[in-house]
């Protein structure tokens, strides 16, 4: 069992819905998780960052950590065309100076 | 500064060949990390300079794999007798020391082909 799973998708949805990503782990020492994007032949970019477990929303995305379950998800409303890409959880021990490590990487692709 | 620069953007090599790789960071970064990333999977750790110090190291990265900082600035990654399973993004991210994983930066990495 990989330490961080994620289901690769694809997802595919209409302009408009709402878009819920989820991944689960097994270890219980993370404390730190994030959501990376990832456009094609790009780096990843990070877009949320949350410590522990509870809620953090900034515009249309919306993290959520239940460490209880080991279980994260993120969420986009008014999902848009250009919300097409490959969304990558990460999570880690520490805060600083650690590896971040990956789950697969789910492809979203938002129609017009 | 326009964020993390990674070159060359791409390589081909034969089996064999040896192969080196380039990243700028963030001046300001003092912190600089490798990762690996293949097709259909996410980025995997290969190893972690804190200035020029290499202080930590993946088993990801065998004794065919060496990275470098010489000046806590730029960093090179260079592979020996590349592998065709060596085939992959290798990706570059750097942070600073107050920011720690939220100010993680990636560069836009070297896609690197083993034929």
């Known amino acids: 069992q990989k330490e961080v799973e994620q289901d690769p998708g694809p997802l595919s949805v209409p302009e408009g819905a709402i878009v819920s990503l989820n991944c689960t782990y097994s270890n219980s020492a993370f404390q730190y998780f994030m959501w990376y994007r990832q456009y094609s032949r790009k780096g990843p970019e990070l877009l949320m960052y949350t410590y522990s477990s509870g809620n953090k929303e900034d515009g249309r995305f919306t993290a959520q950590v239940d460490k209880s379950s080991k279980y994260i998800s993120l969420f986009i409303r008014d999902s848009q065309p250009s919300d097409s890409a490959t969304y990558l959880c990460a999570m880690s021990i520490n805060q600083a100076g650690t590896a971040l490590i990956f789950g697969k990487g789910t492809t979203l692709s938002v129609s017009s | 500064d326009t964020g993390v620069s990674q070159n060359p953007r791409h390589k081909i090599t034969k089996r064999g060949q040896n192969v080196t790789f380039r990243c700028d960071p963030i001046s300001e970064h003092n912190r600089l990390y490798w990762y690996r990333q ?36 730029f960093s090179t990654l260079e592979i020996q007798r590349t592998e065709q399973g060596d085939s992959a993004m290798y ?25």
């Open chain 2, 38 to 73: 293949t097709l259909g999977q996410g980025p995997e750790f290969l190893t972690y300079f804190q200035n020029e110090a290499q202080l930590e190291k993946s088993r990801l990265l065998s004794d065919r794999f060496s990275a470098e900082r010489p000046k806590g600035s």
């Open chain 2, 91 to 115: 990706l570059c991210a750097s942070s600073s020391g107050s920011a720690g994983n939220y100010g993680y930066t990636f560069g836009s990495g070297t896609r690197l082909t083993v034929v």
